[in-house]
């Protein structure tokens, strides 16, 4: 890699001086990566660089949010052409970068999906998702998945079912869990090969046995991305959102990581499993980077609203621009067919590191550039206890090589590698070395 400083860079003190100020005036709470957290300053593509003038390539791009690369000029124009003619102004007044952004939503969403509502953030867009559901339906009851993950409010928490990230007991009653579809420690100790996914068939004998029998909905992510890229049976969906359908609730789909080309060949996850939501969120990759989160659904169940509501930043015009620029560019230069050829490339390197260390890497899962990779004890003796010290060892040989990757799943021994659309094969072949060398010198077997 290229190791060049740049005057830039280079903070008084370096990575040290951020990390004690960080220390001295964030939450503890505000967890960092590594032993000894980096301070980065600068990106550009998929280069970034650090307080002491290190360069990094990032392969996980701010959890999936940097969708074409960091400071891409094309959308720093559209944010800067914006600043200078309007900030904000709130949604109490129509702007063309809205207006335009939901139009372009409206065309790209899958089936009757047509009218938006805008947030600052996945959590508000899943809790708005919530709300339309059970104004939708008249019923308060929501079925979420197990290591399922919306977000950090009182709701989202409730939703959450992952207790690392429930910093309190469920403040919201009426969500129920359901089975995650997890293969590979499938909760029902079946094999996916022949289990006729019971995990999905299992959500009928939850709504009959816990529920009043009347849902409002079910929230499930295509790809399950805190839950470490947990990816389902193919016939999952159709399967799941059926019974859901047949007891009165609607499908709500949550694309905050999987949306616009992150899981390959399409721009929305759902779009690999030929199922239609009745309502779709989304946030993370729209504007690269800038926040903004989504709920659109179909003009029925937009119109159940009929209360005043407002999001004060939801549809900013600098958001909303940066968005439009994004998508735009992601089409014209066909980035989730981009990231449908360079996740095959992915995904072939690091199947042959699970050949070279069968027993440390136990699961190589995702779709597109979306790729989750499981670490465990002992695969070949049946060892599935989660490898969470090594792991962590393995992100700090990663990080002396200069690869940046994020970590998920319940105990945080799953990889999730999900670089820029825009990256190339000779990036994708760089990351791979590295993590080769890396598992290598972390000791993996």
């Given at each position: 890699?290229n190791?060049t400083?740049t005057?830039?860079?280079?903070?008084?003190?370096?990575?040290k001086?951020?990390?004690?100020?960080h220390?001295?005036?964030?939450?503890?709470?505000v967890i960092?990566?590594y032993e000894e957290p980096?301070a980065?300053v600068?990106?550009?593509g998929?280069?970034?660089?650090?307080?002491?003038g290190?360069e990094?390539?990032?392969?996980?791009?701010g959890?999936?949010?940097?969708?074409?690369?960091h400071?891409?000029d094309?959308?720093n124009?559209?944010?800067?052409?914006?600043i200078?003619?309007?900030?904000h102004?709130?949604t109490?007044y129509?702007?063309?970068p809205?207006?335009?952004?939901a139009e372009?939503l409206a065309r790209?969403?899958?089936?009757?999906?047509?009218?938006?509502?805008f947030?600052?953030s996945?959590?508000?867009?899943?809790?708005?998702?919530?709300?339309?559901?059970?104004?939708?339906?008249?019923r308060s009851?929501?079925v979420a998945?197990?290591?399922?993950?919306?977000g950090r409010?009182?709701l989202?928490?409730?939703?959450?079912?992952?207790?690392p990230w429930?910093a309190l007991?469920t403040?919201?009653?009426?969500i129920k869990?359901?089975l995650?579809?997890?293969?590979y420690r499938c909760p029902?100790?079946l094999?996916?090969?022949?289990?006729a996914?019971?995990?999905?068939?299992d959500?009928?004998?939850?709504?009959?046995?816990?529920t009043?029998?009347q849902i409002?909905?079910?929230?499930?992510?295509p790809i399950?991305?805190?839950?470490?890229?947990?990816?389902?049976?193919?016939?999952?969906?159709?399967?799941a959102?059926?019974?859901?359908?047949?007891y009165?609730?609607?499908?709500?789909c949550?694309e905050v990581q999987?949306?616009?080309?992150r899981t390959g060949g399409k721009?929305?996850?759902i779009?690999?499993?030929?199922?239609?939501?009745d309502i779709?969120?989304?946030a993370?990759g729209i504007?690269n980077?800038?926040p903004?989160?989504?709920?659109?659904?179909?003009?029925?169940i937009?119109?159940?609203?009929k209360?005043?509501?407002?999001?004060?930043f939801?549809?900013?015009?600098v958001s909303?621009?940066?968005?439009?620029?994004?998508?735009?560019?992601?089409e014209e230069e066909?980035?989730p067919?981009?990231a449908?050829?360079?996740?095959?490339?992915?995904?072939?390197?690091?199947e042959?590191?699970?050949?070279r260390?069968p027993r440390?890497?136990g699961?190589v899962?995702g779709?597109?550039?979306m790729?989750g990779v499981?670490?465990?004890e002992d695969?070949?003796a049946?060892d599935?206890?989660p490898?969470?010290a090594?792991?962590n060892?393995?992100f700090?040989e990663t990080?002396?090589?200069?690869?940046l990757?994020?970590?998920g799943g319940l105990?945080?021994?799953?990889?999730?590698i999900a670089p820029?659309l825009t990256?190339?094969?000779?990036d994708?072949?760089?990351?791979?070395?590295?993590?080769?060398?890396s598992?290598a010198?972390?000791g993996?077997?």
């Amino acid at each position: 890699m290229n190791q060049t400083t740049t005057t830039a860079s280079i903070v008084a003190g370096g990575n040290k001086a951020v990390r004690d100020r960080h220390k001295q005036y964030l939450f503890p709470g505000v967890i960092n990566y590594y032993e000894e957290p980096i301070a980065l300053v600068e990106g550009k593509g998929l280069r970034i660089r650090d307080a002491d003038g290190r360069e990094y390539l990032d392969f996980f791009g701010g959890i999936l949010t940097v969708s074409i690369g960091h400071a891409d000029d094309r959308v720093n124009a559209a944010i800067r052409a914006q600043i200078d003619r309007l900030s904000h102004i709130s949604t109490l007044y129509p702007s063309l970068p809205v207006v335009d952004l939901a139009e372009t939503l409206a065309r790209l969403t899958p089936g009757k999906l047509s009218q938006t509502y805008f947030t600052a953030s996945g959590t508000e867009a899943d809790e708005t998702g919530v709300m339309m559901a059970q104004l939708y339906t008249g019923r308060s009851e929501i079925v979420a998945l197990r290591h399922g993950y919306s977000g950090r409010s009182m709701l989202a928490q409730s939703l959450t079912a992952q207790a690392p990230w429930r910093a309190l007991p469920t403040q919201v009653a009426g969500i129920k869990h359901a089975l995650a579809p997890y293969c590979y420690r499938c909760p029902l100790n079946l094999n996916p090969s022949s289990c006729a996914v019971e995990c999905a068939r299992d959500i009928e004998e939850l709504i009959r046995t816990t529920t009043t029998g009347q849902i409002a909905g079910f929230l499930a992510e295509p790809i399950m991305g805190v839950g470490g890229f947990i990816t389902p049976p193919a016939e999952y969906f159709e399967i799941a959102v059926g019974i859901i359908r047949k007891y009165g609730g609607v499908f709500i789909c949550d694309e905050v990581q999987t949306g616009f080309g992150r899981t390959g060949g399409k721009m929305w996850g759902i779009e690999h499993w030929g199922v239609e939501p009745d309502i779709m969120t989304t946030a993370k990759g729209i504007a690269n980077g800038l926040p903004l989160g989504v709920t659109i659904a179909t003009p029925e169940i937009a119109a159940s609203l009929k209360k005043l509501t407002i999001s004060t930043f939801g549809g900013n015009p600098v958001s909303c621009a940066a968005a439009n620029a994004t998508i735009r560019i992601m089409e014209e230069e066909d980035l989730p067919g981009n990231a449908e050829r360079m996740g095959q490339l992915l995904r072939d390197g690091l199947e042959d590191i699970k050949q070279r260390f069968p027993r440390t890497v136990g699961d190589v899962r995702g779709m597109g550039l979306m790729q989750g990779v499981e670490l465990v004890e002992d695969e070949t003796a049946g060892d599935r206890t989660p490898a969470k010290a090594f792991t962590n060892r393995l992100f700090e040989e990663t990080k002396k090589r200069g690869l940046l990757i994020g970590k998920g799943g319940l105990d945080g021994n799953c990889l999730r590698i999900a670089p820029a659309l825009t990256v190339t094969k000779p990036d994708v072949e760089e990351a791979v070395k590295i993590l080769r060398e890396s598992f290598a010198a972390a000791g993996a077997k």
